[in-house]
């Protein structure tokens, strides 16, 4: 069973430029989640795709996009970078949220993004 | 606003003894919450969850206790081993809405051979 995992690992960006991250889910996961983790905080929730729809969305402005795939893996794009965006980038996926309760999200290692 | 709080920033405690790792919420529409841990360079790992309908989960050295009335859960690793210094995660996620995680802001443990 392949775990989540994230691309790039570091990337170092200039204010104003745009980027693009990259997730693949855990094998047999239709659900994929993106988090935002700053120094010193939890990881803060950006939006979540199911079946290629975003399906629920966090305290973010709207340059924070994204896209699911039908293989369900996933990219989340940044427009207009500030220097506030440098953080940890998380993806995590899990099964859809059913009827009988809720389940449980994993992790990828996460992106690091630097804005200068 | 903060929904799930994480009071200590760190805790330092003896191999061998028990680590009891505290978590306060303040969103009654909570029903279920997570642990995770978190090593350096990398992504949150799980370890244990539990649903509003329980007060009790255990899995192995780990224990997770909900108190409703009260807001508040607690991990228990016990005996704590040096390979469990991490940061732990509390996680929170409510009834209605997308499946999204609210974290508290971490404690690091260090397990103290």
């Known amino acids: 069973e392949t775990g989540v995992t994230q691309s790039p690992t570091h990337l170092i960006k200039t204010r104003g430029q745009q980027v693009t991250l990259r997730c693949s889910s855990q094998?047999?996961?239709?659900?994929v989640s993106w988090y935002q983790q700053a120094l010193g905080q939890g990881p803060q929730f950006i939006f979540q795709y199911y079946r290629e729809e975003e399906n629920g969305r966090g305290n973010f402005p709207p340059r924070f996009s994204g896209l699911q795939f039908p293989n369900y893996s996933s990219e989340l794009n940044v427009n207009a970078l500030e220097l506030d965006d440098s953080a940890l980038y998380l993806c995590?996926?899990?099964?859809?949220?059913?009827?009988?309760?809720?389940?449980?999200?994993?992790f990828g290692p996460g992106t690091r993004l630097t804005v200068t | 606003d903060q929904q799930v709080k994480q009071n200590s920033p760190s805790l330092s405690v003896q191999e061998g003894r028990i680590s009891i790792l505290n978590c306060d919420y303040t969103?009654?529409?909570?029903?279920?919450f997570l642990w995770y841990k978190k090593y350096p360079a990398e992504g949150p790992t799980f370890l244990i969850s539990i649903s509003s309908i329980k007060d009790k989960n255990e899995d192995g050295r780990f224990t997770v206790f909900l108190n409703k009335s009260a807001k508040h859960l607690s991990l228990h690793i016990v005996p704590s081993q040096p390979g469990d210094s991490a940061v732990y995660f509390c996680?929170?996620?409510?009834?209605?809405?997308?499946?999204?995680?609210?974290f508290g802001t971490g404690t690091r443990l260090t397990v103290i051979p």
């Open positions: 969103n009654s529409m909570f029903d279920y």
């Open positions: 995590a996926s899990s099964l859809a949220f059913g009827l009988a309760g809720k389940y449980e999200q994993y």
């Open positions: 996680a929170a996620s409510a009834k209605t809405g997308a499946n999204n995680l609210f």
């Open positions: 094998s047999g996961h239709n659900t």
